[in-house]
Protein backbone atom coordinates (compact mmCIF):
# COMPACT_ATOMS: atom_id res chain seq x y z
CA UNK A 1 0.00 0.00 0.00
CA UNK A 2 1.44 3.61 -1.45
CA UNK A 3 1.07 6.32 1.82
CA UNK A 4 -0.32 9.29 1.50
CA UNK A 5 1.53 12.08 0.86
CA UNK A 6 1.55 16.01 2.19
CA UNK A 7 0.39 16.60 -1.30
CA UNK A 8 -2.27 14.30 -1.42
CA UNK A 9 -3.55 15.20 1.56
CA UNK A 10 -3.55 18.59 0.87
CA UNK A 11 -5.34 17.64 -2.59
CA UNK A 12 -8.20 15.88 -0.71
CA UNK A 13 -8.40 19.00 1.90
CA UNK A 14 -9.17 21.34 -1.10
CA UNK A 15 -11.63 18.77 -2.43
CA UNK A 16 -13.62 18.56 0.91
CA UNK A 17 -13.68 22.11 1.52
CA UNK A 18 -15.24 22.82 -2.56
CA UNK A 19 -17.66 20.59 -1.34
CA UNK A 20 -18.89 22.37 1.70
CA UNK A 21 -18.61 25.63 -0.34
CA UNK A 22 -20.68 24.09 -2.93
CA UNK A 23 -23.04 22.83 -0.25
CA UNK A 24 -23.09 26.12 1.22
CA UNK A 25 -24.14 27.85 -1.91
CA UNK A 26 -27.32 26.00 -2.30
CA UNK A 27 -28.62 26.19 0.88
CA UNK A 28 -27.86 30.01 0.65
CA UNK A 29 -29.38 29.90 -2.89
CA UNK A 30 -32.75 27.37 -1.29
CA UNK A 31 -32.86 29.90 1.45
CA UNK A 32 -33.74 32.98 -0.85
CA UNK A 33 -36.05 30.97 -2.50
CA UNK A 34 -37.56 30.16 0.56
CA UNK A 35 -37.75 34.03 1.43
CA UNK A 36 -38.93 35.26 -1.79
CA UNK A 37 -41.58 32.58 -1.69
CA UNK A 38 -42.60 33.96 1.76
CA UNK A 39 -42.95 37.15 0.23
CA UNK A 40 -44.91 36.02 -2.66
CA UNK A 41 -47.26 34.11 -0.69
CA UNK A 42 -47.78 37.56 2.02
CA UNK A 43 -48.19 39.59 -1.40
CA UNK A 44 -51.10 37.14 -2.08
CA UNK A 45 -52.64 37.36 1.00
CA UNK A 46 -52.15 41.23 1.57
CA UNK A 47 -53.77 40.94 -2.04
CA UNK A 48 -57.18 39.03 -1.43
CA UNK A 49 -57.85 40.89 2.44
CA UNK A 50 -57.83 44.01 -0.16
CA UNK A 51 -60.19 42.88 -2.10
CA UNK A 52 -62.46 41.72 0.48
CA UNK A 53 -62.15 44.83 2.16
CA UNK A 54 -63.07 46.88 -1.62
CA UNK A 55 -65.45 44.14 -1.75
CA UNK A 56 -67.38 44.43 1.93
CA UNK A 57 -66.87 48.37 1.42
CA UNK A 58 -69.10 48.21 -2.02
CA UNK A 59 -65.92 49.83 -4.34
Known amino acids: MTAATEKDLKRLEDLIIGIANGQKAIENRLT ?3 NRL ?3 ENGQKNLGSSVCLMQWTGL
Do not use: L, S, V
Open 32 to 34: TME
Open 38 to 40: TTI
